[in-house]
């Protein structure tokens, strides 16, 4: 960092003005809500030069790179600006390198290695001061240029191709109200879901992090022509202008190209719509007398009645375009028409007949007419006229001419959908099935034109077939004269599914004379060139993206979250059978494991499985508001907002229950509804076994339906032994005949003249264990074994005849006879005693468990280190504490014998760490303590006590176990030996060790905790995390390393003792770089990160003094939460992700503090 520009006679009027206009960009930022810097400037109309000329002095500088870093400290908001105008005015589509060639240009000088990373500190320095957030766009390479352009916007070369979408899409789909700000906004995101791929990665998440949607605003400004509104200062009216001039040279206002006439609900009957104009008169043909209409401000609605008209047309014309239409086709009966809610052609005409309650709705199609849905209802319809039960309903459409279209619904009728012309049809697409998949194939495909009333009406006439998908379009050439079969041919068009429309048009007429839809399939693997796959239909819209093909059919999802499954069934009639859910309710399931990645959706009422091994997350996508239910679990999802609810299967364990396993959908109008049902996969829920004189029976409830397993005792004789064995299997409704367990057992006298049954349950399922329970008592009694999944702990527990539960008072657990097993096997079986001891010691009733720690050692001895996977050591360790080791009582930790495991565990500490405390964005300071503490407790120490008297904070533990270890005699760690640096420490000064640490003569491992080599260990570690870190953790990242540098510079100033930890005597120096030289690579790669090590290196020091005084951490937490202008509780996340990136790190120097305070506070004390 350089040192501040001083006003000099030579410069401090100069510096005055350019204070000055600081002062006032700091004000408009300070008041103004603009999310990115670079929408500020048209502020550089007067200060551009100053900047220029400021910029220009460096040449007259020994250090530009100095001077330039103390014009962004003095004046941020004005370079910070300045900076972002560059790249505003210049930075287009290019890739990000070309970022510095325009600061390069801008600044004067070339930017070095060095000068780019002292550019990005003073840029961070700029986002602290201006309260701006730091969010880089990734933590990789390019991540300076990314922190600049997240703060530039849109660049202006890219905004004409902004501005061309904006306004295609206006056209399409309307304008929002200005005045209703959650409108703007979801206009903007609906415009980015629908248009984001046209554009750059800048471009998309500037619109994407314009949450308060200025961009669109501004689209309406000047769409509106706003008396403030000044094109020629932003670059974005400029671009609005070239592509609305032609409209505006023709004095007709843009509103008018988009509200056309539209047919509409007004609560009784449908009318046709007349949008305002703005003084411009609507030109009426009613029964054939013209008439002349001006609507109101909000428009004209004309009841559709065939007593009131019989023929009604329109006539518009807009700039350079003519739109005229029948709208009411008149004599030939009472027809219906729709327009798209967003304006554009006549889609829809033909015969209406209305259902008032009745279950079915008949459409009878002329030939010509067609019907098109879309989104589920036809287009200018409401949306919900009358209710409907959320159940399966079928959709039957024939293709045939002239068929009727019949739609059947649970209780009412109000939406009509279909698909038929005789004008336009496609042959060979019905002969060749694609192997039951219900898709229809053909590799030379053609398009049957009947030109029945489409003659030429003069020798001039033009006709042209139009071929267009979302980002694809093709025009042939036609003659009614030429043969009417037209080959087509997809080449260029984007593979996958596609809904393609054909349109055929006459030169100089605005409207389509036909038009068909069909689903197209582009471009499978087996297929090539121009291969055409569908089937004639239009209930798909805006899905391209979101189809996919399977075994069973199609499944579609639009922007909406709304879905639908066609399947398609080729028969004789060529019908197509649709089955979807109304109004929008389904079900998705996504399983996520090692091997499978994958979402499906399920139907309503299917029976799915709680646990198994993978992670299973259900999705309920739903439009009304509503809750769900299931048993004491209750979730209040905002479905009208989001449109979906999102839920791990995890949180229903505990709520499961026989009987009550059932996840209900509770609307707040309407019945609730039966989404899905849940049971534990071959889990005993609750069981019971009872022996008679000649039979036994095990009750298990598995799916909350009771199963009984029965097996005859033959030959029951007092004094003999008797075996028996069997099978149990499923039986749930509708059968099964898999296994769930084997049992055998035998039935034998004991001493006291009772008999005594022991049973051997055995499965496949881990998590139903693998045990044989030995009981004794009469015969007659019943004795079970109750497993409860829920809180994953077993309980032994005996049933009296009176079913009054008691617990056990003498057991014993035997495992199943049968081959030995290792590994992985052996280990889950010991976990598995382990969990059910620690359960008893948790409730208190560690005495009736007493008895079984013989075996738990026994077991725990046989466990062998070497033949396990460093993620069942990390699994058996996070076990061990989690699990028992906090609640276990004094005289069972001498069974634990760490040493057998401490070369396998300590060997590889980072991997241990890893899985002790998951890397997630949650990770925080009570997931830290939590772990820390419990190794305190199991490991052992002279902290412990420390701990557990309140004076040290375990927070801050993560090198214990290593300090722990160091201070038993003749420890020896992969080679370390603490006396070898005890002795140095003693004879040299403190000055003396940092000096004999940077020799290089000792090699070590990677993964000790002291040492040159381990502290590049540590740094290149702590690199690669922030590297490495998973795109959803990039905010925590970025903040973490914002606070690092706050901290650091509010902290990096103050004098040793008072704001740092430690003695007077002990100077706080900041390790960064210091055991590296000049010349070394890592030092340059360790730039970015200095602060963080800085702070970690701070923590770490902090952490050792407190055990020696009580209350610095404390007081050093307090002076961060200042430093960094946040709460306490900003403070332990930031701090908590630091330590959660930076572990290695933060261990190394928790063992250094702690050998050099031994050394030069402590007294040399062993």
């Known amino acids: 960092m350089g040192t501040y520009c001083k006003p000099n006679s030579r410069n401090s009027g100069f510096n005055l003005m350019l204070d000055r206009f600081e002062k006032s960009l700091r004000r408009k930022i300070r008041c103004g809500d603009l999310p990115f810097l670079g929408m500020y400037h048209t502020e550089f109309k007067s200060t551009d030069h100053l900047i220029r000329n400021k910029l220009a002095a460096h040449k007259r500088h020994h250090d530009p790179v ?67 957030p730091p969010t880089p766009q990734h933590t990789q390479s390019a991540y300076m240029v990314r922190l600049y352009l997240s703060q530039v916007g849109v660049p202006t070369t890219a ?13 399409e789909h309307g304008l929002p109200s200005p005045d209703d700000d959650a409108a703007l906004i979801a206009w903007q995101q609906h415009y980015l879901a629908m248009n984001g791929a046209a554009h750059s990665a800048g471009t998309r998440a500037a619109l994407h992090n314009d949450t308060n949607a200025y961009y669109t605003r501004w689209f309406l400004d000047t769409w509106h022509q706003k008396k403030e509104t000044q094109p020629e200062t932003n670059p974005f009216f400029a671009a609005l202008e070239q592509q609305i001039a032609p409209l505006r040279a023709a004095a007709v206002l843009v509103e008018a190209a988009l509200n056309l006439p539209s047919i509409r609900w007004d609560g009784n009957d449908y009318g046709l719509f007349l949008p305002p104009r703005d003084n411009a008169p609507w030109h009426l043909s009613l029964d054939d007398q013209p008439s002349t209409v001006y609507p109101e401000q909000d428009g004209v609605l004309f009841p559709l009645t065939a007593e009131r008209f019989s023929r009604i047309t329109a006539d518009c014309t807009i700039g350079p375009v003519s739109w005229s239409d029948e709208l009411w086709p008149g004599p030939a009966g009472n027809r219906f028409l729709v327009f798209p809610a967003r304006g554009g052609d006549l889609i829809a005409r033909g015969k209406l007949f209305r259902a008032d309650q009745a279950g079915e709705l008949g459409l009878t199609l002329d030939p010509g007419a067609y019907v098109v849905l879309s989104e589920f209802q036809p287009l200018g319809l409401p949306s919900q006229p009358f209710g409907f039960d959320p159940e399966l309903h079928v959709t039957e459409l024939d293709l045939r001419p002239g068929a009727e279209v019949v739609f059947r619904y649970g209780r009412a009728a109000a939406h009509f959908a279909g698909f038929h012309t005789t004008a336009l049809s496609l042959d060979g697409a019905y002969h060749q099935p694609l192997k039951g998949r219900g898709f229809f194939q053909s590799n030379n495909c053609h398009l049957l034109i009947d030109w029945a009333g489409q003659e030429k009406e003069n020798d001039e006439d033009r006709f042209h077939l139009v071929v267009r998908c979302e980002t694809w379009r093709q025009t042939l050439p036609v003659d009614p004269e030429d043969d009417p079969r037209i080959h087509l041919d997809f080449e260029g068009c984007p593979t996958g599914m596609r809904q393609v429309v054909f349109e055929l048009r006459r030169e100089g007429h605005g409207r389509a004379e036909a038009r068909l839809s069909a689903l197209v399939w582009v471009g499978l693997q087996r297929v090539t060139g121009g291969a055409f796959h569908g089937a004639a239909t239009n209930f798909v819209s805006e899905s391209s993206e979101n189809c996919e093909q399977r075994a069973d059919g199609i499944g579609c999802r639009d922007r909406h979250h709304r879905t639908m499954e066609p399947a398609f069934a080729l028969s004789d009639k060529r ?75 995890a949180a229903f364990i505990d709520a499961v229950q026989p009987g009550n396993n059932g996840l209900w959908l509770v609307p707040e109008q309407g019945p609730r509804v039966l989404l899905a049902t849940w049971f534990h996969p071959h889990t005993v829920a609750d069981s019971s076994v009872e022996t008679g004189l000649n039979h036994i029976i095990w009750r298990f409830y598995p799916r909350a339906v009771m199963f009984e397993l029965a097996a005859e005792l033959e030959n029951l004789i007092t004094g003999q032994t008797t075996r028996w064995s069997g099978k149990s299997y499923e039986q749930p409704p509708g059968g099964g005949d898999e296994p769930l367990m084997r049992f055998e057992g035998e039935t034998s006298p004991n001493r006291a003249g009772l008999y005594e049954n022991r049973l051997i349950l055995t499965t496949d399922d881990l998590d139903s264990g693998l ?62 005693l382990h969990r059910l001891l620690a359960s008893h010691h948790a409730e208190g009733a560690w005495a009736r468990m007493e008895p079984l720690t013989p075996l738990w050692c026994e077991e725990l001895a046989a466990l062998d280190p070497a033949a396990l996977s460093d993620e069942l050591v990390c699994q058996w360790v996070r076990e061990c504490l989690n699990a028992g080791a906090a609640h276990a009582p004094a005289g069972w930790l001498p069974h634990w014998n760490p040493a057998a495991f401490r070369p396998h565990f300590f060997a590889q500490p980072a991997a241990r760490y890893r899985t002790l405390l998951p890397r997630d964005r949650n990770a925080s300071f009570s997931d830290c303590r939590n ?30 176990r290593n300090l722990a270890e160091a201070q038993q005699d003749a420890a020896e760690l992969r080679g370390f030996c603490l006396a070898r640096y005890q002795e ?67 902290l990096g100033e103050t004098r040793a003792g008072q704001a740092h930890p430690g003695p007077d005597r002990v100077s706080f120096t900041a390790p960064a770089g210091t055991l590296f030289s000049s010349e070394t690579p890592e030092r340059t790669d360790q730039e970015a990160l ?10 770490a020091k902090a952490c050792r003094w407190e055990t020696r005084a009580q209350g610095v951490l404390e007081a050093l937490m307090a002076q961060m939460t200042a430093a960094s202008a946040g709460s306490p509780l900003d403070t332990r996340k930031r701090l908590g992700f630091l330590l959660y990136l930076g572990f290695d790190l933060f261990g190394f120097y928790l063992l250094f503090w702690e050998l050099i305070f031994r050394f030069d506070h402590d007294g040399g004390r062993p």
């Open 931 to 960: 772990m820390v503490f419990q190794m305190a407790v199991w490991a052992g120490g002279d902290l412990h006590g420390l701990a557990k008297s309140g004076r040290l904070h375990p927070v801050f533990w993560g090198g214990f």
């Open 66 to 132: 100095a001077f330039l870093t103390d014009c962004f400290y003095r004046w941020p908001a004005l370079f910070g600006a300045y900076l972002t105008n560059l790249l505003y005015t210049h930075y287009g589509e290019t890739s990000t390198k070309a970022v510095y060639c325009h600061l390069e240009e801008g600044f004067g000088f070339k930017l070095s290695h060095g000068a780019r990373r002292e550019l990005y500190k003073s840029f961070l320095h700029v986002c602290a001061t201006l309260r701006l």
């Open 984 to 1050: 140095a420490m003693g004879r040299l000064a403190l000055d003396d060790t940092w000096r004999w640490l940077r020799r290089a003569s000792w090699q070590p491992g990677e993964q000790d905790y002291l040492g040159p080599h381990h502290l590049r260990y540590a740094l290149a570690a702590l690199g690669r995390h922030f590297q490495r870190d998973s795109p959803g953790d990039y905010p925590y990242a970025g903040k973490a390393l914002f606070f690092a540098t706050q901290v650091g510079r509010a």
């Open 1090 to 1099: 200095a602060p963080a090590h800085q702070l970690i290196a701070l923590l």
């Open 771 to 832: 045990y044989r329970v030995s009981v004794q008592g009469r015969i007659g009694s019943r004795w079970g074994l109750l497993t409860d999944a829920r809180a994953g702990r077993e309980t032994l527990v005996f049933v009296k005849s009176n079913k009054q539960i008691q617990p056990i008072q003498a057991a014993e657990i035997l495992w199943a006879a049968g081959p030995p097993v290792h590994g992985e096997a052996r280990l889950n079986r010991f976990l598995r």
């Open 575 to 649: 019908t197509l059978r649709f089955r979807f859910a109304l109004p929008g309710l389904f079900l998705s399931l996504r399983e996520q494991g090692a091997k499978i990645d994958a979402e499906r959706f399920i139907p309503l009422g299917s029976e799915c499985a709680l646990r198994g091994e993978t992670r299973r997350r259900l999705t309920v996508y739903y439009q009304e508001p509503a809750v769900l239910q299931l048993g004491d679990y209750l979730a209040r999802p905002d479905f009208p907002r989001k449109g979906c609810f999102s839920v791990d299967t």
């Open 159 to 171: 905004l004409p191709r902004l501005v061309k979408g904006m306004f295609a899409f206006a056209k």
